[in-house]
């Protein structure tokens, strides 16, 4: 069984500032780790994916996400948010036949 | 272009009307699956096929029956639509089912059931 945790409901933060979004897993095996975005009224995009290799993963949209087995994490960072960034994002495992996402964390920029 | 095509995008109905929610891709995509997202609990997984005429079920499948019938069409059918089925759904669809394959989703179905 694996479960994803997003501790983070709602994140304001201001344009122009970082951004860290935290997701972590349980998982027995290596995980394959998604981060999906959904702007208001969209579908979901894949911002990047960690499957084995350089634990720092590069993404679109200058988004990054580093994979800590020691603590069983994947946060998703950008270093300057535009307002363009105010969206959900979801953490995701792949196990088996499924994504199995996190509860999702709602960013809003302000000006 | 390539993409994953849901109709319709919005639909309000009445508990028990039979309904279905179509979902196409034109990528010949063998891997498809249907979610279900709820305020505070993301994405959950409905069913899934692998390919024509395999399908199995996901997290949350009951109430809900699908059909892979061609490889490009994946809909969910609602044979009797409760309350508790008023979401947002999902499709998506990859190459095949790897997890190297990028999944590509559908822009969402808002169903209200009344």
């Known amino acids: 069984a694996q479960s994803v945790t997003q501790p983070d409901i709602h994140i304001t933060v201001s344009e122009g500032a970082s951004l860290e979004l935290r997701c972590n897993y349980s998982y027995g095996a290596t995980p394959y780790l998604f981060w999906y975005v959904q702007s208001p009224g969209q579908g979901l995009q894949l911002l990047l994916k960690y499957f084995s290799g350089d634990t720092l993963v590069q993404g679109i949209k200058g988004f990054e996400a580093e994979f800590k087995r020691s603590q069983s994490s994947f946060n998703l960072r950008k270093p300057s948010v535009h307002w363009s960034d105010a969206a959900e994002y979801f953490c995701a495992v792949g196990e088996g036949y499924k994504l199995s996402f996190g509860a999702g964390t709602t960013v809003t920029v302000r000006a | 272009e390539a993409q994953v095509t849901q109709n319709p995008r919005y639909l309000i109905t009445v508990t028990g009307k039979k309904l279905t929610v179509t979902c196409s891709q034109n990528?010949?995509?063998?891997?498809m699956s249907w979610y279900r997202q709820d305020p505070g609990l993301g994405l959950r997984q409905i069913y899934y096929?692998?390919?024509?005429?395999?399908?199995d079920k996901g997290d949350v499948p009951e109430g809900y029956k699908v059909s892979r019938k061609e490889k490009r069409n994946f809909p969910l059918i609602l044979e009797s639509p409760s309350p508790n089925q008023t979401s947002l759904y999902f499709c998506?669809?990859?190459?095949?089912?790897?997890?190297?394959?990028?999944?590509?989703f559908g822009p969402g179905t808002r169903l209200l059931v009344l």
């Open positions: 990528m010949n995509h063998e891997y």
């Open positions: 998506a669809s990859s190459l095949e089912m790897s997890w190297s394959e990028t999944q590509y």
């Open positions: 096929s692998m390919n024509v005429e395999v399908t």
